[in-house]
């Protein structure tokens, strides 16, 4: 029976949004009281862990950004952020500062433009939120991430706690339709039918620019769910091809440490498509490989 | 040239020619761009008439009889299968054709749009979160038709214009204008370095344009940095125009002026520049000063200057003040000012403004105010389109809007977190008047 729900056509692979896995998330970051309109401090030189509770150390960190979100409860904002679905209207303040320990509110700014505590940080004046990131450029990642909650009379300083973990997530791989491919042939993948992403969000196809096979050695598929935030470190092969306005490409193409011959019958096959330039670090399309 | 070719060899028996080695090709650079190329019997003047719905788009005419032909199809999204046909002067020739543009690079970004569909192209600066930035151009359903990615780099370009000739767009990037050919056939980095270019360009009617530079001088004994006004023709030949600190007297600054002058500060700020055809000179919006300076292009002398709040220059007594302003635009309907807020109106607006400096004197004529608060605290930017309304960049809130005549709002478009807009402008056709 299991047969007939495999999604096989001809020998190539045809991904549709049945095939994707489910992810889901949660995100609850501390939230610190700060004096309103004070260049209040905020120390975090004990930094040793990332929003996954994966280690960091601070020197790992290369800029701090400040981001003032309107129109939306905390609730809804993490939501609309974790799902990548926040537009940029919600966003009224933004502005960056070299990795300062203690960070002070006027050490940012934009351009030439100083960010002004003493007439902006103020009760009711939207969702302030400190964000800690690391690297540079299109890949750059958030690593931490602190609210800052304006009050009358409140402290002057603040601390990020030293370890992280405000990210909670899971996908869910027993739901999906799995992928069915031949056991050592070079197949081609054709992700055009794709138009949703793991979290049902809408998934634009030029977004995708990573193809990836991965292969660990477990076949437990719920465990690989709940520990789907770990899942980097149980890999033990891995595969990838940048992509730029393709929606196929040849699994020949694939670039790792050995040459892909294909897939085999033991272990699990993992098949992602991401965006690697986009914020929320979510592949939009993980497929488990039937080996036939 | 892509994968994507069709190849046809077709002998019809058209209306006066054959159409022969028909190819119909996308673009690598721009995958929404279609190149169609034929060769035919006898020399005729040709077009391509083209469209997704139907033939409602066309190249333009051909200058002069020809037997090969090129026509280049501009204004298809991206992944969209197109619909064209070969038109000479007497007729239609041969049969209708398909083609299916490609997937847009990862790197162009997704826009929603909301309400009725937008009148006009949108030529759009988009800077992105992490330095991918690109200058595209939108149809009136936010989708992208055609775009240019500049250099990697901190901020991307604020703006972006389409030349007087309508084949090409200037647009700045570091220390340099790129101008970049609609159908693909050129481009040209215009080096500018040592001038400190930033926030704005205007283009002139015979070829040309100008750009803002920084320029360094003194302000009640503070070394300080203020703005230069460069131009250069088409030759690449600079000419400075005008030095802010040759003005700087003529500005009645007063103590709130000059509260916060400190030694090496950006003092006056010009952050956008508008040519003004009938009085042949430059408007320049110095934000900090708010102030909105009228040169005279030849000489660089100071025509006028209108304040934002009245208190010196034009007469000018608004209900609104005119503080923490960007990009200006004259259109037919007046001055259009957009205004980011201030500390006692956080909502940033458009305003419409009747400028008569030959009475000395302005006034402010109307505002559009969103329907809901769009805090700009960068840029932002109006200007005015051919259907009598205007295309409203609210820059950080990544937001294009469209308004009417009667300044009512049309509709939007908008982007995801991680992307702002630059000074944007509406475009009435892809293809030279």
């Known amino acids: 029976m299991i047969l007939t729900l495999l999604a096989c056509s001809g020998s190539d692979l045809e991904l549709g949004d049945a095939n994707n896995f489910a992810y889901s998330a949660t995100l609850d970051p501390t939230i610190v009281e700060l004096a309103e309109l004070n260049d209040s401090e905020i120390h975090w030189d004990e930094l040793s862990s990332d929003l996954l509770d994966h280690e960091l150390s601070p020197g790992a960190i290369t800029e701090l950004s400040v981001a003032v979100f309107g129109g939306y409860p905390l609730e809804e904002l993490l939501d609309l952020l974790i799902r990548d679905e926040l537009p940029q209207s919600a966003l009224s303040l933004f502005v960056t500062s070299p990795p300062n320990s203690p960070a002070r509110f006027s050490d940012f700014g934009l351009q030439n433009d100083e960010l002004h505590p003493e007439q902006y940080f103020e009760v009711g004046s939207g969702i302030w939120m400190m964000t800690w990131s690391s690297g540079e450029g299109a890949t750059s990642a958030t690593e931490r991430l602190l609210v800052l909650e304006p009050t009358v009379d409140g402290p002057t300083s603040a601390t990020l706690p030293a370890r992280g973990g405000e990210l909670q997530a899971k996908g869910d791989f027993l739901s999906l339709t799995r992928l069915a491919a031949p056991a050592g042939e070079l197949v081609g993948v054709d992700w055009s039918a794709l138009t949703v992403d793991a979290q049902g969000g809408d998934l634009p196809l030029q977004q995708i620019d990573q193809l990836r096979v991965s292969w660990l050695p477990g076949t437990d598929l719920a465990q690989i769910g709940e520990e789907f935030v770990d899942l980097e470190s149980k890999l033990e092969a891995d595969w990838k091809l940048p992509l730029e306005g393709r929606v196929s490409a040849e699994l020949s193409e694939l670039e790792g440490d050995e040459d892909f011959t294909g897939f085999t019958g033991e272990g699990t096959w993992l098949l992602s498509l991401s965006c690697e330039r986009c914020s929320l670090p979510v592949p939009s399309f993980v497929g488990v490989v039937e080996v036939d | ?433």
Not at chain 2, 198 to 204: E, F
Not at chain 2, 277 to 292: E, M
Not at chain 2, 377 to 400: M, R
Request: charged share 25%.
């Open chain 2, 1 to 433: 040239m892509s994968p994507v070719t069709l190849i046809l060899s077709i002998a019809c028996s058209g209306p006066s020619a054959d159409i022969q080695e028909l190819q119909i090709e996308v673009d690598d650079d721009v995958v929404t761009r279609v190149h169609v190329s034929w060769t035919s019997s006898e020399a005729t003047i040709a077009r391509v008439d083209f469209g997704v719905d139907g033939l409602d788009q066309s190249t333009p005419w051909e200058d002069s009889p020809t037997t090969e032909h090129h026509a280049v199809l501009l204004g298809l999204p991206s992944l969209t299968t197109a619909r064209l046909r070969i038109q000479e002067q007497s007729g239609a020739l041969g049969e209708d054709e398909e083609v299916s543009t490609g997937l847009l690079p990862s790197s162009v970004p997704a826009f929603d749009h909301e309400g009725e569909e937008f009148a006009n192209w949108s030529l759009l600066p988009v800077s992105a979160d992490g330095g991918d930035h690109s200058v595209l151009v939108l149809d009136g359903l936010g989708q992208v038709v055609w775009y240019d990615q500049p250099p990697t780099s901190e901020f991307g370009s604020f703006t972006a214009e389409l030349s007087p000739d309508g084949q090409s767009i200037y647009y700045l990037q570091n220390d340099s204008v790129a101008r970049v050919r609609l159908d693909g056939s050129e481009r040209e980095n215009i080096d500018l370095a040592g001038w400190d270019v930033h926030h704005d360009l205007t283009l002139l009617p015979e070829g040309g344009f100008a750009i803002l530079g920084k320029v360094e001088g003194l302000v009640e004994g503070d070394a300080v940095s203020g703005d230069l006004l460069v131009e250069v023709d088409e030759d690449g030949q600079e000419r400075v125009v005008w030095n802010f600190f040759d003005v700087l007297d003529q500005l009645a600054l007063d103590a709130v002026d000059l509260k916060t002058v400190d030694t090496g500060m950006d003092f006056s700020h010009a952050n956008s520049l508008t040519y003004d055809a009938d009085a042949d000179a430059y408007l320049i919006n110095l934000a900090r000063l708010h102030r909105l300076l009228s040169v005279d292009r030849s000489t660089g002398e100071l025509n006028w200057y209108l304040h934002g709040a009245g208190t010196s220059g034009l007469e000018f007594q608004p209900d609104r003040l005119l503080m923490r302003t960007h990009d200006t635009d004259l259109g037919p309907e007046g001055l259009l000012v957009f205004v980011n807020n201030t500390e006692d109106d956080e909502c940033s607006w458009v305003a419409r403004v009747k400028l008569e400096p030959a009475f000395e004197r302005a006034s402010l004529l109307g505002a559009f105010d969103s329907e809901v608060c769009r805090d700009v605290f960068a840029l932002g930017s109006a200007h005015s389109n051919d259907q009598g309304g205007a295309l409203i960049s609210w820059s950080t809130e990544g937001v294009l809007e469209e308004i009417d005549a009667d300044w009512k709002s049309r509709g939007s478009i908008s982007v995801s977190l991680g992307h702002a807009f630059g000074y944007s402008y509406p475009l009435s056709s892809l293809y030279p008047p």
